[in-house]
């Protein structure tokens, strides 16, 4: 009996990590992150701390194998990776990226354990807290992995009015502290809740939800200035062939006519290395690029990796970078690597040990802190590349001080996969959260533009080269969550 319980139990934890992914996009059905949550609680109750820690270790490998499942995609078809390697590397990442919430277990029932906490009400609480101090050790951690956040399904929920005033974590806290004091309220009102305890309770719930939707009722930022005409060029070019020599100028060629109708519109966006060539060899492109859109006072916008000597060694430092020309200026370069795809850890034992560890450019060095935005015309643009707008403070940051949003990525790493679904919801979360338009520009999709509210105004389908044209605002004033970050 007591391995029958065994199984169950860890059954029920892994059965919770799944609801969670379904609680994100694409599904977004947000109830069941609090089915998730009520299952964990009824499940961990009573446990040691030792089986507290594996019951959560398996939480994760049912939230993480099936929501980060797209890093298989990754390995096996662009990192050219056999499927038996790239499922035995993908397990490894999951395996180890599970022992975040195992911790946060662990912490939590041995918490209870040596302060004697039995209370329900005190449990839930408990379990609130520790929860949110998680994820935010798993943001930084390592260099962090800020996916999966139960507060991303919350995009459209009655919390969805709390996004600019706490942002992600807020969220996530508010939506676990509902879900625990729901756990509460079905499983002990009979025996361990006064009925004012109860009224209190349910008046919490209550007050989160009818507050989250009188605040979606506000505006915290406000339109200023002409609207912006932007268009986002999608070139589709597949991955295996875009940093090949001899494919460079064909990538440049289809970038070049996709965009040759537009000139004329305010800003036009390239997505990540969509120039695939270092600024210095790609100096007479730009040049000809820059004439041509100062002509037709174009704000021209795109990713293109960079180079710089240093004077002492004469050793090349290459970057992840954004340059704005024509009738825009500056150049950010990235902060915030890929593990692997941008820098190898390790890298002098790791390096040609399979090819995966060899991926073209995989040698980025990280930016420095503290870079001006983009000019874009008048504007000033706050620029993120690829998984730097996973990082809310990190964008909260800049984003204050931008009146336009702006994130390049090469999505063509996910595949057809959760991923680029899944950083299209981030992406429109930071929108909401820093009350500022978001332009997302992408190799393959999903490009977009969306609002200040983190609504999404147009998008290009997945797959296919596209323009997608549109409007853009500058805002003026800040969000609660743009002062304060998280």
């Not at 390995?75 to 499927?83: F, L, M, V």
């Not at 035995?88 to 999951?94: E, K, R």
């Not at 996530?172 to 499983?187: E, G, I, M, N, P």
């Not at 690029?289 to 002509?295: D, N, P, S, T, Y």
């Amino acid at each position: 009996m007591r391995q029958l319980k065994s199984i169950s139990t860890l059954s029920a934890c892994l059965l919770a990590g799944v609801l969670q992914t379904f609680s994100l996009a694409p599904w977004d059905f947000w109830p069941l992150g609090l089915v998730s949550i009520v299952i964990l609680l009824q499940t961990l109750s009573g446990m040691s701390p030792r089986q507290a820690f594996w019951h959560g270790w398996v939480f994760g490998l049912g939230l993480f194998g099936s929501g980060a499942s797209w890093v298989y995609v990754s390995i096996h078809d662009y990192g050219h990776a056999a499927p038996a390697l790239a499922s035995a590397l993908t397990a490894l990442f999951v395996l180890f990226i599970a022992f975040f919430p195992a911790l946060t277990f662990g912490a939590f029932n041995t918490w209870a354990k040596r302060c004697l906490i039995t209370r329900p009400l005190s449990l839930a609480l408990g379990f609130t807290g520790l929860w949110i101090i998680g994820d935010w050790f798993r943001t930084w951690f390592l260099t962090g992995f800020p996916w999966l956040f139960l507060g991303y399904g919350h995009l459209h929920s009655p919390l969805a009015g709390w996004i600019p005033v706490v942002g992600v974590y807020g969220v996530t806290l508010f939506s676990t502290l509902c879900a625990a004091l729901l756990w509460v309220l079905t499983t002990h009102r009979q025996r361990a809740l006064s009925r004012c305890q109860m009224g209190g309770i349910g008046g919490v719930i209550l007050s989160l939800g009818v507050g989250g939707i009188l605040l979606n009722q506000m505006d915290w930022t406000s339109p200023v200035g002409e609207p912006q005409r932007v268009v986002l060029v999608q070139g589709n070019i597949p991955q295996n062939l875009k940093w090949q020599a001899g494919y460079q100028q064909k990538s440049l060629q289809v970038y070049s006519d996709l965009s040759a109708t537009w000139w004329g519109h305010d800003i036009i966006v390239w997505p990540e290395t969509a120039i695939p060539i270092v600024k210095d060899f790609a100096q007479p492109f730009l040049d000809e690029f820059g004439k041509l859109a100062r002509e037709f006072s174009t704000s021209f916008i795109s990713g293109l990796p960079y180079r710089e000597q240093d004077a002492a060694s004469g050793d090349y430092r290459y970057y992840n970078s954004i340059i704005s020309i024509g009738n825009g200026q500056g150049m950010y370069h990235k902060q915030k690597l890929v593990p692997f795809g941008e820098f190898v850890p390790l890298e002098g034992l790791l390096r040609g040990v399979i090819q995966f560890f060899d991926l073209p450019m995989s040698s980025f060095s990280v930016g420095p802190v503290d870079q001006p935005g983009l000019q874009a015309g008048a504007l000033t643009i706050a620029p993120y590349i690829c998984y730097e707008v996973v990082y809310p403070d990190f964008v909260q940051a800049s984003a204050s001080r931008a009146d336009l949003l702006l994130t390049i990525s090469n999505d063509s790493w996910f595949g057809d996969s959760l991923g680029p679904l899944q950083h299209l919801q981030m992406a429109q979360y930071r929108a909401k959260e820093n009350g500022r338009f978001m332009l997302r520009g992408t190799n393959n999709g999903i490009s977009a533009i969306i609002d200040a509210r983190g609504d999404i105004q147009a998008q290009s389908p997945q797959f296919e080269a596209r323009v997608l044209q549109g409007e853009a605002r500058a805002m003026t004033g800040l969000t609660p969550f743009a002062i304060t970050g998280s």
